[in-house]
């Protein structure tokens, strides 16, 4: 994975692989930081890796593992004098996705969630010492990929359902049968709470998130779906804040769909 961590003082563009974690300037020129993943520390036959990626807290990166340790790395303003500040350890299966608060958290609602294979997802609130806040049981099934915004936290399942959970609690409050296939990829525009969802089906969906200001309930509207024919969608981002653009690729495809509201 790749992902551009956007903190304060700076914006590392940060590698996840088979070998370990890379940092490197935001344009890629230098590389600021190199952790290596211990292999003798799982079985043989195990498969090691790192996955999932997000800022968090102002200062820290959080990188996931296939061991289920979460890396919270301390970034300072500049220079490589980055270090491993603690290592989260609620998880029993590997992370797959890590996602920080887009927006405005409610009072205690956390501003981290982590997800993993089991399906379990657990919401931090992050500082000097990282809080977990709570832990929302796995259905059997792998939450492939998380978002969190508005203290709502927004998770994809390898059944192809979006559920919604309240991040202080751990309520359920929504979930659709948004895809027939393994869905592989979330986003969330932050300005508008729009969510995009893609999948193996070959189907990209855009939602629409809110809370009802009279009951404080949860919404899910869908708003719009799009076929990239013949294609298993493994990858989708909105383009601009506000969600009125997206990009779509899929399995062995060199190409990158761009779809414009217009």
């Not at 990282?130 to 508005?150: A, D, R």
Request: proline share 3%; hydrophobic share 40%; with cysteine.
């Amino acid at each position: 994975q790749a992902a551009w961590c956007v903190l304060p003082s700076r914006v590392l563009l940060v590698l996840t692989s088979q070998k370990g974690i890379q940092m490197y300037e935001s344009d890629g020129s230098i590389m600021v930081y190199w952790h290596a993943l211990d292999v003798t520390e799982h079985p043989p036959a195990q498969a090691v890796f790192a996955r999932g990626i997000a800022a968090a807290g102002g200062r820290f990166v959080c990188v996931g593992t296939s061991s289920g340790l979460v890396l919270v790395f301390d970034i300072p303003p500049k220079g490589t004098n980055i270090t491993v500040s603690e290592a989260l350890e609620q998880h029993h299966d590997a992370i797959t996705d890590i996602a920080a608060e887009l927006g405005q958290a409610p009072d205690g609602a956390g501003d981290v969630v982590t997800a993993d294979d089991a399906g379990t997802l657990c919401v931090w609130s992050a500082g000097e010492e990282f809080s977990l806040l709570c832990k929302i049981p796995g259905f059997g099934c792998t939450c492939s990929s998380v978002k969190l915004w508005n203290g709502i936290v927004a998770a994809g399942y390898g059944n192809g359902q979006i559920r919604l959970y309240e991040a202080a609690t751990g309520l359920l409050r929504a979930e659709v049968n948004a895809h027939a296939r393994w869905i592989y990829a979330l986003d969330l525009a932050p300005q508008t709470g729009k969510l995009l969802s893609g999948a193996e089906d070959s189907f990209v969906h855009v939602w629409k998130l809110s809370r009802n200001t009279d009951t404080e309930d949860v919404e899910i509207q869908h708003c719009h779906a799009e076929c990239v024919t013949d294609t298993q969608v493994c990858g989708a981002c909105f383009c601009d804040p506000d969600g009125n653009s997206f990009a779509v690729t899929g399995y062995d495809l060199s190409e990158i769909f761009r779809y414009s509201q217009v």
